[in-house]
């Protein structure tokens, strides 16, 4: 819910939700504590449906945490479109600003403010009102409602009084009344107003929208400086009587006192707390028309209206205005006509005179209603059951504890505080004690958790002790290995370094057995050449005997030994060509074999090759074996060295 646009009196940035406008306000639920944000951070925003516009917590708040609306902004934007407005002036505006008053009005009039009438006549009307009122009808022990607060305290906090709320109009509205009714104006009115509460006045449907703006001194003030406005000194246009005091404390009983005597009782209370407090504690008296009062004169300020909640502090922070009030009256009672405010005369004679003055007046036209409106405002009273559930709640489960009424939460005691939270108007964690309860709880809860992570940590160091030695143990095995790693290590190395050697040899071997091949196979081709000459030979001896044994035929018997060695030499060749045939062809078969042995001659000195680079690989690995091994040794000693200082150091 957004509280702000529904309230004359709202909450701006600067709250801390400390709880003191709480404390200060009269009305429970006006002043609602929201639950903390994420940073933890309450605000305490206004319920305008419950707010009376008292005030009291600008005056506690040191934080500036509240501000109020009123029409000044709508008052001046009407006046340059041209609007038809005249002005109704408060009496503590002469009072607060003295100095200023006529170049002020002369400013607004300049701007186009039409007439302007002061209020301190309205405030005799209402004094020759009430008076009629009390003797017409012989109302005794009423509440005097010229403060628009009181009335709006009583419409929704104390509707069972409203039959002693005066039904005599406040002087604003007399003032709008005969400026309506008697003179005539039918321009809009505006309020130069000391009071934020007037406009909830203004907008009460019982007062028939007489009154238009509501433009507080404060607001107003703010903007005639930052716009320069200023004219030619002007003043109000009606005489006026002792009306112009009613601003200060007691005002209203004043002016009685003086028609009447000062035999009449009259109570005067002001204080916007201790005034509320002062009706809530004697509401049944009042009802009952049991009290010795002729009237309650009640104020919400204490200070009267001349210090009301839409001045100026640092204007009325003093009391200049009351000493122009007091140099205002003397003006007044000085006056030597036949008046009713003339010094020489007994009240009689003064009441007569005032009655004279206003004998024309109908007092039924200064009469008005009022609305109950309690409905709106009405909280809902737990029962003991409901409010034992607050407590529990709340941790105060017994009687003592809620009875602290230490206050700090805004509230006079912790009842009040449970009703408020039972109703949404505040929340538990507003509470010092509540809070204060909660750390106790959370101590002890962390004294326990410390107790059981000291003897976590107890069994933490055993198992970590434990798991040293173990670590230690595998330590010394994780050495060992290490050790028959590096010695099997080094015992690779030279193994294979013999086979490398070993396997140079045989490379070597083969390289030489290759050489001897290349001479065999040049030796088997020499071999062949001398075979294929044999074969030439043969053929060529063989054709020679054949031609041998041709001239042994021819020669018969002389040649017929001739032809037998022909015969000889034709065996012989033939039986060297075999001879060499035979010859080629083992040649051949021997050249294959040699052939074969070069090709696995080749393909084992390549195999001897490959295996002698993956030996001298084998190798090179080793040296890095050995020397990761050495690398793990020495980091094996310093973790097991680390781990013995921290234990060491820990006392683990």
């Given at each position: 819910?957004?509280?702000?646009?529904?309230?004359?009196?709202?909450?701006?940035?600067?709250?801390?939700?400390?709880?003191?406008?709480?404390?200060?306000?009269?009305?429970?639920?006006?002043?609602?504590?929201?639950?903390?944000?994420?940073?933890?951070?309450?605000?305490?925003?206004?319920?305008?449906?419950?707010?009376?516009?008292?005030?009291?917590?600008?005056?506690?708040?040191?934080?500036?945490?509240?501000?109020?609306?009123?029409?000044?902004?709508?008052?001046?934007?009407?006046?340059?479109?041209?609007?038809?407005?005249?002005?109704?002036?408060?009496?503590?505006?002469?009072?607060?600003?003295?100095?200023?008053?006529?170049?002020?009005?002369?400013?607004?009039?300049?701007?186009?403010?039409?007439?302007?009438?002061?209020?301190?006549?309205?405030?005799?009307?209402?004094?020759?009102?009430?008076?009629?009122?009390?003797?017409?009808?012989?109302?005794?022990?009423?509440?005097?409602?010229?403060?628009?607060?009181?009335?709006?305290?009583?419409?929704?906090?104390?509707?069972?009084?409203?039959?002693?709320?005066?039904?005599?109009?406040?002087?604003?509205?007399?003032?709008?009344?005969?400026?309506?009714?008697?003179?005539?104006?039918?321009?809009?009115?505006?309020?130069?107003?000391?009071?934020?509460?007037?406009?909830?006045?203004?907008?009460?449907?019982?007062?028939?929208?007489?009154?238009?703006?509501?433009?507080?001194?404060?607001?107003?003030?703010?903007?005639?400086?930052?716009?320069?406005?200023?004219?030619?000194?002007v003043t109000d246009e009606i005489e006026y009587g002792l009306g112009s005091i009613y601003p200060m404390p007691g005002g209203l009983k004043e002016n009685v006192y003086w028609l009447l005597g000062n035999e009449v009782f009259i109570r005067q209370v002001e204080g916007e707390k201790r005034m509320y407090h002062y009706l809530m504690e004697n509401a049944d008296r009042i009802k009952g028309g049991k009290t010795p009062y002729l009237f309650v004169d009640a104020l919400n300020c204490e200070s009267g209206c001349i210090c009301g909640t839409g001045t100026d502090p640092e204007v009325t922070g003093n009391d200049d205005p009351l000493y122009h009030i007091h140099d205002i009256q003397e003006s007044v009672k000085k006056n030597t006509k036949k008046s009713a405010w003339s010094r020489p005369l007994s009240p009689e004679k003064r009441l007569a005179a005032l009655n004279k003055q206003f004998e024309k007046l109908d007092l039924n036209d200064y009469l008005r209603k009022y609305t109950d409106r309690s409905k709106e405002c009405a909280h809902r009273i737990p029962s003991e059951t409901e409010l034992n559930r607050i407590f529990n709640d709340m941790n105060k489960t017994d009687a003592e504890q809620r009875r602290i009424n230490c206050s700090c939460c805004g509230y006079d005691t912790c009842r009040d505080m449970a009703i408020a939270i039972y109703n949404g108007f505040n929340h538990r964690s507003n509470c010092v004690h509540y809070l204060k309860d909660l750390v106790e709880i959370e101590k002890v809860e962390a004294q326990q958790m410390v107790e059981h992570e000291k003897e976590l940590l107890d069994r933490q160091k055993t198992e970590i002790l434990q798991t040293i030695d173990d670590i230690n143990g595998h330590f010394t095995t994780l050495r060992e290995s290490i050790n028959g790693m590096a010695e099997g290590n080094n015992g690779n190395a030279e193994e294979s370094s013999a086979i490398s050697h070993d396997m140079a040899d045989v490379s070597n071997f083969c390289n030489k057995l290759n050489d001897s091949i290349n001479k065999i196979s040049a030796y088997l081709a020499e071999l062949k050449t001398n075979n294929d000459r044999v074969v030439d030979i043969a053929d060529q001896t063989n054709l020679l005997a054949l031609n041998a044994s041709i001239e042994a035929a021819r020669a018969g018997e002389a040649g017929r030994g001739f032809a037998v060695v022909a015969g000889e030499i034709n065996s012989l060749a033939a039986d060297s060509k075999d001879t060499a045939q035979h010859s080629g062809d083992a040649n051949k078969n021997i050249q294959e074999a040699v052939d074969g042995i070069v090709t696995e001659t080749a393909d084992l000195l390549e195999i001897v090759e490959n295996v002698n680079s993956r030996i001298q690989n084998l190798a090179a690995s080793t040296e890095e074996i050995s020397a990761s091994t050495d690398i793990v040794a020495t980091t094996v000693e310093q973790v097991r060295a680390e781990l013995e200082t921290l234990v060491s150091h820990n006392n683990v």
């Open positions: 819910m957004d509280y702000g646009k529904e309230s004359l009196v709202y909450t701006n940035d600067n709250c801390v939700g400390c709880n003191k406008c709480i404390s200060v306000c009269s009305c429970m639920g006006a002043c609602i504590s929201t639950d903390p944000d994420e940073n933890g951070q309450s605000r305490i925003e206004v319920d305008g449906s419950k707010c009376i516009a008292c005030g009291a917590c600008f005056d506690a708040c040191e934080h500036h945490a509240r501000s109020f609306r009123d029409d000044t902004e709508d008052f001046f934007n009407d006046l340059k479109k041209g609007e038809k407005i005249s002005l109704l002036v408060a009496p503590a505006f002469l009072a607060d600003y003295p100095s200023e008053y006529g170049r002020v009005l002369g400013g607004l009039k300049k701007l186009g403010a039409r007439r302007i009438i002061s209020v301190s006549f309205g405030a005799d009307i209402t004094t020759w009102g009430y008076i009629k009122y009390i003797q017409t009808h012989n109302y005794l022990g009423g509440i005097s409602q010229p403060c628009p607060a009181v009335v709006g305290y009583i419409e929704r906090y104390l509707p069972e009084v409203l039959p002693k709320l005066f039904p005599v109009q406040s002087p604003l509205m007399c003032a709008a009344i005969y400026a309506r009714k008697e003179l005539g104006i039918t321009d809009k009115l505006a309020f130069i107003s000391p009071c934020i509460a007037k406009k909830m006045e203004i907008s009460d449907p019982n007062n028939h929208g007489y009154v238009n703006y509501n433009v507080t001194f404060d607001h107003l003030m703010k903007y005639v400086k930052e716009h320069n406005i200023s004219g030619e000194p």
